[in-house]
């Protein structure tokens, strides 16, 4: 080897020191943002699940709000907007996790459907998404004694 090619070498080579502590740095900042935002889509996953769970419990909970009237010999359970919308605000006041009651009614007497509403706010780096997301869930619950 001559001395010629040890100078290019020892120049060439000169050049790449940190750049291993910079890519490493790099991978670092990209792994911590990938946790964030998979942490950040679970809670999302999670919060609207909460919601599905509560709109169901409402609607449950409407759906007992009937009243029995007799009919011949037969006794029908019968429901209305006035009982199953007290039924499922009951509901959903109990949990008080910012949830809010948009509508809850009986369309056919024998059911009860609910619709109810919240906001989602991320749990990291919410200055991103500082009104949050509104999620929304509808449940529909019917009573057995029909």
Known sequence: ???????????????????????????????????????????????????????????????DGFSLELDGDDVLAELKDRTVREQAAAIVDATGDGAALVSASTPDGVSARVTVRAS??????SLFVPDGVALESTATSRTALR
């Open 1 to 63: 080897m001559t001395r010629r090619m040890r100078e290019r070498l020892a120049r060439a080579g000169a050049g790449d020191e940190g750049s291993v502590l910079l890519l490493t740095l790099g991978y670092a900042l990209l792994a911590i943002a990938a946790v964030l935002v998979c942490a950040s889509a679970t809670d999302l996953y999670l919060a609207q699940k909460r919601l599905d769970a509560l709109a169901d419990a409402a609607a449950l909970a409407g759906a």
């Open 120 to 125: 989602w706010h991320p749990p990291v780096l």
